[in-house]
């Protein structure tokens, strides 16, 4: 991969691991996510809609890969809220990142876009590394510790990446290029995915737990981050051939995530789960490296 690119990724991935440290520190995920979307929204509606009307930079392609996307993300919001409702953040972050890597890669394969046996290397290093992290000691390995309730929310949250991931890829190919149409389109893919996430909390009937003690102001700055993060990875989409490597890049967020999780939430586990991430990392840096 192209040494700006993985900068951008990188850049990404601590603002990615920030806003999620905010969403679960009040332990109200699903409230907090709503604001969250809510600031997107109401924030960026008339300097986005004013710049695409001038540019016009999406295709109808690309409209049609947004709204297709914005759904699947709407449905990530749900399932990872309830993920971390049932789940450790360092159980439930981490194996929600790690499981869409490989599924993207088999969509790469499928369009087209072959990755090298490094690239495959590097990518199973990363998913090795994000199963290991949930273990509280490596003796606690077995298979029921992944097969469970909450594993079922980890991997429908796995899956809703999946599905944004390969429509936003696809819509990086056809647009305009540019950090500009990026900011655009990532705008319209956050105000899609908050109607659909509020659709989805009515559908489930899911309750906002406690939504006068998030505020506002958390939200917000997690709005900011959320949106910063994103937009730099569309923006590294339209620089980069394989959307498998910048999912895998994007996993760094895991090892941040996790030591910070363990400096604030003191949770425990912290030898095996470093040994998780030095996996993680490992692959990281094949792909880095070897990837093309």
Known sequence: ??????????????????WNLLARRQRSETAFFKRMLTVIA?????????????ARSLTPTAWACVVGSGCCCGAYYLFLARAYESSDFTVAYPVARALPVLFVGVGDVLRGRHLTPMGWLGMSLVACGCLIVPLHSFRDFAVRRYLNRTTLWMLLTAMGTVGYTLLDKVASEVVQQGPATAARYGYVFFLISGVSYA?????FKTEEQN??????????????????????????????????????FRQFSIVIGTVLAFAIYKEQGLVVRLAGTSLLTSGLVIIGLWGN
């Open 1 to 18: 991969m192209y040494p700006f690119v993985i900068t951008l990724i990188l850049c990404s991935t601590f603002m990615h691991a920030g």
């Open 42 to 54: 109401l924030v960026g509606f008339v300097p986005a809609a004013l710049s695409e009307m001038q």
């Open 199 to 203: 659709v989805f909390l009515k559908v």
């Open 211 to 248: 939504p006068n003690y998030v505020g506002w102001k958390l939200p917000a700055l997690a709005a900011c981050m959320n949106f910063g993060a994103y937009w730099l990875v569309l923006w590294a989409y339209q620089l980069s051939p394989q959307a498998s490597y910048i999912v895998a």
